[in-house]
């Protein structure tokens, strides 16, 4: 686990190939995402490491319900009693109504590479004992409970990665959570910087391609991705560019 401080009070948390973000206003934190399964003792140390304790976690926000990023989330609410936010339509998939997720074949066909023998060794790791996780307590992310958490979010609609993806805007401190809408790296492909997850990944490749548009956030002045490292710059810009050389 590494913690990265990208902005006056957001931390961004390196754990198992994966990110969740800390957002402390002094009293309470809010949690964005929370790794694997493997990672539930590192999200509540990483809180405490940032001078809190598990109790003044005051919401997690869900981007979406992959095993990778509802990891630490019974953990938190078995011990914060949090409550836990995502799109109106993640709801759903976080309650395993439905799964959108890569398939056991798929992770198999990934075993062709060095890298995909990485990947895949470590995800079984992972997520052993816990394939069927769900997060039964998630609820929409209306407007007023996004304004009442510490830090202050926007919600950002961005379907494809799964059709309810959700990522959420920091308006205070230009911080955007992009989640798994826009990466800036991943085990399986050697490029660094603003990019879609391969493929494989994707539930709606052309979905996933439309909603960067909706993450060109003008006042985006930091991006905390799902996988790889947090970005400062121009956003709006960084994704512009990205667009072009796909």
Known sequence: MKIEQVSDSVYVVAGTNVNWALVSDGAGVTVVDAGYPC?????????RQIGHSVGDVAGVLLTHAHLDHIGGIPTLVEQAGAPVYTGDEEVRHAKREYLQQITPLQMVQQLTTVRGVR??????RAVVGNIGMSVPSAEPATPSALESLPGGFVAIPTPGHTDGHTAYFMPSEGV???????????PLVTGTGPQLLPKVFNHNESGAETSLAALAIEDAKVLVPGHGTAVRGDIATLIAESRRER
């Not at 990947?119 to 079984?124: A, G």
């Not at 959570?177 to 790296?185: H, K, N, Q, R, Y």
């Open 39 to 47: 990672d539930a003792g590192a999200v509540v140390e990483s809180v």
């Open 176 to 186: 955007l959570f992009s989640g798994d809408a826009l990466v800036t790296g991943h």
């Open 119 to 124: 990947w895949v060794t470590r995800t079984v």
